[in-house]
């Protein structure tokens, strides 16, 4: 594999980039004449390499470390996956921003089969004597019987068995495409700088023309049958239609803005996550006739909330793509408004449970809790806000729950107990 992998983070001063990457994202309206900070997570592939902005506040591996080819091969793992989600689960992601998508699925499908299953292989079936499957009544029908005692005696008997050869167009335009991939993304496969295509590289190429190609593609599915055989065409037909060629030299897929993927990942990988925005409180509108119109689309929607049983306690959870390094990077008015709102409408809703505020931020940082402070006498006025707390996660790591469909337990317990912020 030759890309080489650089690092950066989103949030990064456009200042401190290389005036050539700076150039590539500028032509894709990721940056614009007046930002002074990078909106954007994901990679930017440019002659010098690949640009890799992880989430804010991650640690900047090495370029080309064992690390970095990790954090890399997570981060756009965890791409692919919240796109999936979006479309299984319908998540409102209205402003996320996202570039590539689409793409970067089949690319790491397309890999991923690979390595499953190696190059395709047409099955042919054909007839053989005395081996592979009998067909008695091919046998019957061409072959002198001998008369035994128990019956007739075949010394030649018809059969068919079935053959696996590799060099079709189609298994010489699976292992191009195969080759042509792992040039440039098989890290995010294998989280290394390791190839994969040693297999496909025996194999002659293709007649290198897209069309050509798509038509030998479309003809062999008219005569395969099974899912991967199916799935595997229709996925070089895709990435030879819709990517190779495109301005190869300059590829993007990411998020311009990550803030909903963080809420997504915190989501999935929390435990006892309980879903209650249906039985909350709605607004209603009197109308001056004295009837009341219900406005359910105008309700409270919380992020998380997860339920402790043994305790009766609930944890209402905002997970917040901020900074949180300072005053000036902390949640706002609207935020914390929110967040006392959200937890009084669950106390109306579970009455006699504890209820506790959470905000989730990336990284680390110094936020251990949010008060309301009477401006007069100074004191925190606790009983009449209940503090939110603040816990910080390092994004990489929920990338590795996030990307692995687990449940991060640790951090969950974490989240139960608010015993304070680490």
Sequence with gaps: MTSHLHFYTDRALVDSLPSDLSDEMKSHYLIRRDDQRVSFSGMIMTGDGISIFLPRNSPIPQANSVTGYRYASLLMKGLKRYTRDKALNKIDSDGDGSIGGAKLAVIVDLLEDYCTYGI??????????????????????????????????????????????????????????????????????????????????????????????IRALENELS?????????????????????????????????SHFHTMWERMVHSTLKSVVHVNNQLSIPTYR?????????????????????????????????????????????????????????????????GAEVDNVFVFPGDGPLKSVHMQNRQSMETQDDKYPPIKCFYIQPMDLLEYYVSGRIYKDFSNRLMSIEGST
């Design 223 to 255: 005569l395969v049958y099974s899912d991967r055989e199916i799935r595997l065409i229709n996925l070089l037909i895709d990435y030879i239609r819709n990517t190779r060629g495109h301005n190869s030299s300059s590829e993007v897929i990411g998020l």
């Design 287 to 351: 109308f001056k006739d004295e009837t009341l119109h219900p406005a359910p689309t105008k309700g409270q929607r919380t992020d998380t909330v997860i339920h402790n049983e043994s305790t009766n306690r609930y944890v209402v959870i905002d997970a917040k793509y901020y900074g949180a390094k300072d005053l000036s990077s902390a949640p706002g008015w609207s935020d914390i408004v929110k967040q006392f709102f959200y937890a009084k409408a669950l106390k109306i809703f579970t009455e």
């Design 120 to 213: 395709y292989t047409r099955r042919l079936r054909e007839k053989v004597t005395n081996m592979g499957k009998p067909d008695w009544r091919q046998t019957i029908a061409s072959q002198a019987a001998l008369i035994g005692a128990s019956g007739p005696i075949y010394l030649n008997v018809c059969g068919s068995r079935y053959r696996s050869f590799s060099n079709c167009e189609v298994a010489k335009i699976h292992a191009f495409v195969v080759r042509e991939l792992d040039e440039t993304y098989s890290w995010i496969i294998t989280g290394s700088d390791i190839s994969i295509s040693d297999a496909a590289a025996i194999i002659p190429p293709p007649v290198q023309d897209n069309n050509l190609m």
